[in-house]
């Protein structure tokens, strides 16, 4: 069993950055595909990033594409995303979540759990 804590939310501008971080506890990190999801007020639960096991293979949802980057330290058994030039559209909690195949990365409906997850509120 593992547990992801997401942390590093916070209020920022429109046009600020943001780091996320998930910590992973229990089984293997480095074995594990990784993802961020985030889930905006009204709104259905959407797939941000996801990156292999290694950090060789990454992919971002186009609203995302260009702006925000995930990264791993599997030393640490840790997973970013950072944010740049957040609007206010990028305002929802984000949750990670882990995964074995790449190709069903970006279904949330694969997922039984789902941590607290960490707030990012941008401001216009």
């Known amino acids: 069993q593992v547990q992801l804590v997401e942390s590093g939310g916070g209020l920022v501008q429109a046009g600020g950055s943001l780091r996320l971080s998930c910590a992973a506890s229990g089984r293997t990190f480095s074995g594990y595909a990784m993802g961020w999801f985030r889930q905006a007020p009204g709104k259905e639960r959407e797939f941000v990033a996801y990156?292999?096991?290694?950090?060789?293979?990454?992919d971002y949802a186009d609203s995302v594409k260009g702006r925000f980057t995930i990264s791993r330290d599997n030393g640490k058994k840790t997973m970013y995303l950072q944010m740049n030039s957040l609007q206010p559209e990028d305002t929802a909690v984000y949750y990670c979540?882990?995964?074995?195949?790449?190709?069903?990365?970006?279904?949330?409906?694969?997922?039984?759990?789902w941590g607290q997850g960490t707030q990012v509120t941008v401001s216009s």
């Open positions: 990156i292999s096991s290694s950090g060789n293979l990454v």
């Open positions: 979540q882990q995964g074995v195949n790449l190709a069903t990365m970006r279904d949330t409906g694969k997922y039984d759990y």
